[in-house]
């Protein structure tokens, strides 16, 4: 039996190895390697299965061994089971059909955070703070986040029926909303946040980007705008395609945007603006933020924009995202994400940040970024110094303001919003000229005694300035997103948040470049 | 999400697909080599069967193999494989290299006599699963679900249950550094290790409440419990806190013979796949049948969940705490062919429902981070659990007299 075994194992071993093996080894050597371990990890897998205590899968065996396979490459090599993997593709499509409304639990119950504006959930007049007591009648109770998302979800057309709580009311409402398609939207503001100024924030790239910023663009210079804040903090990046369509709008025809580097002939290409629709390019003074969380896609554009001196990029520096996965279809179903190149800027610079301590790497220690002095040197287009080695490092650094203990513990038990979805304010409000007074604030003083989050003996920690401002603007905020909609509370939100503040007393400085050899 | 290119990636797809073909086909060759043989069910293309799943895995391997952006080292990969195996099992789930064995056995009978530390893996990570009060661990200030980051400057990705437990098995007098993470902030901690055995019981009097902690199960944790049982009887108490707060590992037969001392009958079994290898059966009338109350935590694993499932099921206490670890099995231990050891439980425990011991008990009251007031905020979260113990015996301990202070 072994003896005729052999020769063809040998014959299918070379098949698989193929151009694995162009290496200096020969393939024999390795066929021997792989086959003997090939023979020990299945031996495991089959006894693992026999063995424990209770009935496990070989789907979750070897699922696990896979996951345990890809950990000793990269953080961002991964396996994506059919259920994941149809999950991704699904939420990397530009729509999906339900009521359209962001959702999340408060105190276990779910919550409306925000209708999203021209979706059948703002048409039927959903409002922030209601609670979704029941969908299709089944009680959302016991239900988890994720299942009752899927139960609002269901074919366009269709039609789900919403028990909604709404504070003040003693019945609940009973909504039949029907489905529709939902723009996934990631330009969720963009208006004049000063006069001839103009605010543009993009959440993460995907497939309408480039359209959406492109029309934002439009849409704001149509209203007089001269200069831009392109707010990229927290954006963890997408579809590539996407972000080289929105750096067409910020740079000049012909401008290298990133370049990929890797072992495949496929990995290594280079990306330039082709002057293709969206154009033509912004040519205004342009200020970009970014922060920790700006990663991936979304670092190739700051890159790219501070490369060529079009903008002058002001916050923190930048997670480091840079290594490129190509995503392949598995067989039943499942997904493989591969690193198979890095990204270059335009200079030179390596985006991904060291990963050899995994634990510094996820938690975003500073440990894992090397000293400045240590770190390589490129040139702009201007000929100013910019650092390789992890992310993007800003021109104008500026840290955001760091909560204190009691305004974290605050936020975290949703205090503000809490107080904001049951607060009547007198007289009601009628203007954006609207500002909380003192009786506001002894109002939510009031409020989070009387619901025991802190007691009637720490109440005086709660008039430091620092946090009654804090705390005054969140609740502020939140009542404007309840009367007003989303973009008034941010624009609430954005008079309070030192990055953009900073950001706009800089202008002065993103003109000089502008006027510079890059611009 | 990562981030996705997709120009040429259909044709990779369909050369790795053939590729992938060829390997699972030439892996089943294999199998018959590896003495196990296949039943029709699993020849069959379901979603659970061997070559399937073989399949995907060689379509992976193949597509790394080829397309890294760096040439993988082969070695590495299936060490990580084989390591995922057993890292998707359990948290307590180990495989152990042959070169691994010594040290394996090692550490295995030390435990955690040198540390006071006992620990856990989730998905490669490394974590404190507890600490054993008044342990080496416990005085250097290591804290239950402390992710442990780094040993003497080694980075833990990758480190395997026996390597780290092998270097807390070191000589008494030897130190440690650990790096760790704690509620998403960096900490470091210097473990000096020691001879150490937890105490088996202490009662501790609060506020007139006899608080009785088992802090481990062996055979004399069973007299010893019996007497401090006996005592307090003898003087009047009817209420009681049992405190398992942080009590992992032990042995689970002691564990049902201390449940004996609350229950009589039936108290559980040991389970596999259906089928009952042992009943724990309590054979003397109870001892104790005043009020209890049961104090845990995420770090009561094992012979605490055992003897919390009994008090629970059949001496009416009230759990108070955090649901519990999840985890109460007897451990195996399968040599390879290769002279590998896969390190996986073969059976669990129950409770007197017959329900296995392999998720965690949900306390009748549960105390969670979120729920403590600002003016506790900065009380361990094992501390609010027997502050709410107390309340919970307090509140509803209607007229029965009360013992006084003193143990």
Not at chain 1, 126 to 149: F, H, K, N, P, Q
Not at chain 2, 177 to 186: D, T
Not at chain 2, 339 to 348: E, H, I, M, R
């Amino acid at each position: 039996m072994r003896g005729r075994r052999r020769p063809l194992a040998a014959v299918l071993l070379a098949a698989l190895l193929g151009a694995a093996t162009v290496g200096g080894r020969g393939a024999l050597a390795v066929g021997d390697e792989v086959e003997g371990l090939l023979r020990a990890y299945t031996e495991a897998v089959t006894v693992a299965h026999g063995v424990y205590g209770r009935e496990v899968s070989y789907r979750d065996l070897v699922f696990a061994s896979i996951q345990g396979m890809l950990r000793t490459l990269d953080p961002h090599t991964s396996f994506l089971s059919p259920e994941a993997y149809s999950n991704m593709r699904e939420r990397q499509q530009e729509s999906f059909f339900g009521v359209g409304i962001l959702v999340s639990m408060r105190h276990g119950l779910l919550t409306v955070i925000t209708p999203v504006e021209g979706t059948p959930a703002s048409r039927m007049g959903l409002r922030a703070g209601d609670v979704i007591s029941a969908v299709d009648g089944e009680s959302t109770e016991s239900m988890s986040l994720d299942e009752a998302v899927s139960r609002i979800k269901g074919p366009r057309g269709t039609e789900v029926s919403l028990e909604i709580t709404r504070p003040g009311l003693d019945e609940p409402l009973e909504m039949v909303v029907t489905r529709d398609e939902i723009p996934q939207t990631t330009v969720r503001q963009a208006y004049l946040i000063e006069p001839g100024t103009g605010y543009l924030a993009i959440t993460d790239f995907n497939r309408g980007t480039g359209r959406e910023v492109a029309e934002a663009i439009d849409r704001l210079r149509a209203a007089g705008m001269k200069r831009l804040v392109l707010d990229l903090r927290n954006n963890g990046g997408g579809l590539l395609d996407q972000a080289i369509a929105v750096s067409d709008l910020f740079l000049p025809e012909g401008s290298e945007i990133v370049a990929t580097r890797g072992r495949t002939p496929g990995s290594n290409q280079r990306f330039a603006d082709d002057g293709g629709p969206p154009d033509p390019e912004l040519a205004m003074p342009l200020v970009v933020l970014v922060n920790r969380g700006t990663a991936s896609a979304a670092e190739i554009l700051a890159g790219a924009i501070q490369d060529h001196d079009e903008g002058l990029v002001v916050g923190t520096r930048t997670w480091g995202k840079g290594l490129v996965q190509t995503v392949y279809n598995l067989s039943y179903g499942a997904g493989l994400a591969v690193t198979t190149s890095r990204y270059h800027t335009p200079s030179g610079r390596v985006i991904q940040r060291d990963y050899s301590s995994w634990f510094d790497y996820t938690s975003g220690g500073e440990a894992a970024v090397a000293d400045d002095r240590e770190r390589q040197v490129f040139l702009t287009d201007a000929g100013r110094e910019v650092y390789g080695g992890g992310g993007i490092t800003p021109d104008v650094t500026v840290e955001p303001a760091e909560l204190s203990v009691l305004e974290q513990y605050l936020l975290s038990r949703n205090a503000f919003m809490d107080f904001a979805v049951e607060y009547r304010p007198h007289p009601p409000i009628d203007s954006l000229e609207w500002r909380p007074g003192p009786e506001v604030w002894e109002a939510f003083k009031e409020r989070v005694v009387e619901t025991g989050l802190v007691d009637a003996g720490e109440a005086g920690r709660l008039d430091e300035p620092g946090l009654r401002d804090f705390g005054l603007g969140a609740v502020h905020a939140e009542l404007f997103n309840a009367r007003f909609g989303f973009e008034a509370r941010h624009r609430v939100l954005a008079a309070g948040d030192e990055q953009i503040q900073a950001a706009l007393g800089l202008f002065d400085r993103a003109e000089a470049l502008a006027a510079g050899p890059g611009g | 999400m990562p981030l996705s290119r997709s120009s040429g990636a259909r044709r990779t797809t369909r050369l790795a697909r053939r590729a992938a073909a060829w390997s699972a086909l030439w892996l089943l060759a294999l199998l018959p080599a590896v003495d196990v043989r296949l039943g029709a069910a699993e020849r069959d293309d379901g979603e659970g069967s061997l070559y399937r799943n073989l399949s995907i895995f060689s379509e992976v391997l193949s597509l790394v193999r080829r397309t890294y952006v760096d040439e993988p080292d082969v070695g590495a990969l299936f060490a990580g494989s084989l390591d995922g195996i057993t890292d998707g099992l359990d948290p307590l789930a180990d495989f152990v290299p042959a070169s691994g064995v010594a040290a394996f056995r090692r550490a295995q009978e030390i435990g955690a006599g040198r540390s006071g530390v006992r620990l856990a893996r989730d998905r490669g990570i490394l974590y404190v699963l507890a600490v054993e009060r008044g342990g080496p661990g416990a005085a250097a200030g290591l804290a239950r679900s402390d992710i442990v980051t780094a040993v003497d400057g080694e980075d833990t990705r990758g480190m395997a249950l026996w390597q780290i437990r092998g270097r807390l098995a070191g000589e008494p007098g030897s130190r440690l550094e650990l790096e760790l993470i704690r509620r998403g902030q960096a900490r470091t901690a210097s473990l000096t290790l020691a001879e150490w055995q937890a105490p088996n019981t202490a009662v501790e009097v609060r506020d007139g409440i006899p608080v009785l902690r088992v802090g481990r199960f062996d055979e004399a944790t069973v007299p010893a419990v019996r007497g401090r049982l006996e005592e307090l009887a003898s003087s009047g108490g009817r209420e009681l806190i049992v405190d398992l707060r942080g009590v992992a590992g032990g042995d689970a037969a002691s564990a049902y013979a201390v449940a004996a001392l609350f229950a009589p009958g039936e108290l559980g079994r040991l389970v596999r796949r259906g089928e009952t290898l042992r009943t724990f059966v309590g054979e003397s009338p109870a001892l104790w049948s005043g009020r209890v109350v049961v104090a845990t935590s995420r770090a009561s694993q094992g012979a605490a969940e055992i003897l919390a499932a009994v008090l629970a099921q059949r001496a009416g206490a009230e759990l108070v705490g955090e649901r519990t670890f999840g985890h109460a099995g007897r451990e195996s231990v399968r040599e390879l062919s290769t002279g590998d050891l896969l390190v996986l439980t073969d059976a669990f425990y129950t409770g007197p429902d017959g329900e296995l011991l392999d998720r965690g008990r949900e306390p009748d009251v549960v105390v969670r981070e979120a729920e403590r007031r600002f003016a506790e905020s900065e009380l361990p979260l094992e501390d609010l659990i027997l502050e709410r113990a107390l309340e919970r015996v307090r509140s509803s301990g209607g007229g029965a007299p009360r013992i006084g202070a003193g143990p």
